[in-house]
Nanobody, 123 residues
Framework: VQLQASGGGLVQAGGSLRLSCAAS????????MGWFRQAPGKEREFVGA????????YYADSVKGRFAVSRDNAKNTVYLQMNSLKSEDTAVYYC?????????????????WGQGTLVTVSS
């Protein structure tokens, strides 16, 4: 599977954005999907993830209640809805895919990564 993230941009604090991650290739529905972000000068961090079936979602404490991950397996797409954005959400956001059923909030189990999309939140 290959991943293409889109939807980033400039938004004011308190605003919303929806990121999309389109997958090409077969068996998208077999993959757990995650979103990670990396701010300038910082390490990549987990944002949220959704299980292969869509039955379970997971979030970092910093985004819980503001962000939501969803997927449409018929469209081979996963989404990250971001609400109540803060300046500290500014980062490059990456989508990633994994087949293993462990470590959904860890970067290392993910073996397929998209190219990243930049989100800038102005205060």
């Amino acid at each position: 599977v290959q991943l293409q993230a889109s939807g980033g941009g400039l938004v004011q604090a308190g605003g919303s954005l929806r990121l999309s991650c389109a997958a090409s290739g077969r068996a998208f529905s077999n993959y757990d999907m995650g979103w990670f972000r990396q701010a300038p000068g910082k390490e990549r961090e987990f944002v949220g993830a959704i299980s292969w079936s869509g039955g379970a979602t997971y979030y970092a404490d910093s985004v819980k209640g503001r962000f939501a991950v969803s997927r449409d397996n018929a469209k081979n797409t996963v989404y990250l809805q971001m609400n109540s954005l803060k300046s500290e959400d500014t980062a490059v956001y990456y989508c990633a895919a994994k087949l293993s059923r462990v470590g959904i909030s860890l970067a290392s189990p993910y073996n397929v990564w998209g190219q990243g999309t930049l989100v800038t939140v102005s205060s």
